[in-house]
């Protein structure tokens, strides 16, 4: 089944923003829009793509920034975990770094681990990995062999636990015992940096190597 993954850096920090469409039902998800809604929007249209969802992996505010503008353009429902609901509505911290956003609207799906989400023929099934934050999830999509893990998992590193409900030995629980579960050869697309693979961190990261 045709489908493509589109990673865009966007803001300050350059998180990484992922549209993932069904190509042949032109429709698609966005994942953690932070910051440019223009440019998501710009490639939501040059494709003719129908978006379904806004997906939240979590709701720090470099991960939020653009959702206000683009829900209100593509009427699109928000999905976010309830846990991170009390930072969603802090703004995602943005003022902790002098910095100020859009004030998202309130989400309309409320996800929980084992939850499915179609697009297309794509599905995306959501893993509760918290740890970074509370309500922090990962989007596993098997036609794609892609695993959408925000700030829990990056190349060589994994997320900081030094925010508000942050705590490592959660992270770890949720890395060892639920993202490493996945097959091998699952590719990771991080918040941060470039894509890998669980099978090249599970050898290769300090924090995960046997």
């Not at 969603?88 to 609207?105: E, K, S």
């Not at 996800?111 to 893993?127: D, M, N, P, R």
Request: aromatic share 6%; hydrophobic share 45%; with cysteine.
């Amino acid at each position: 089944m045709p489908h493509r993954i589109l990673a865009l850096p966007l803001g300050p920090i350059q998180t990484n923003c992922y549209l993932v469409a069904d190509v042949e039902a032109r429709a698609a998800v966005v994942i953690d829009p932070g910051d440019e809604a223009g440019r998501v929007l710009d490639v939501l249209r040059k494709n003719a793509w129908d978006l379904q969802y806004i997906l939240l992996t979590h709701a720090h505010f470099d991960h939020i920034g653009a959702v206000a503008a683009i829900a209100a353009d593509r009427r699109a429902p928000l999905a976010l975990h309830p846990l991170d609901m009390p930072l969603l509505r802090a703004g995602g911290g943005a003022r902790l770094f002098g910095l100020d956003i859009p004030t998202p609207p309130e989400p309309d799906v409320l996800l929980e681990a084992g939850q499915v989400l179609t697009c297309g023929a794509l599905t995306f099934l959501v893993l509760h990995v918290p740890g970074h934050t509370p309500g922090h999830v990962a989007f596993y999509c098997p036609q794609a062999g892609a695993v959408f893990s925000g700030d829990v998992l990056f190349q060589d590193g994994i997320g900081r636990t030094d925010l508000p409900g942050g705590d490592y030995a959660t992270l770890m629980h949720s890395l060892k015992a639920v993202l490493l579960q996945l097959p091998p050869e699952t590719v990771v697309y991080s918040g941060h940096g470039p894509a890998t693979t669980l099978a090249a961190e599970q050898q290769g990261n300090p924090f995960l190597a046997d």
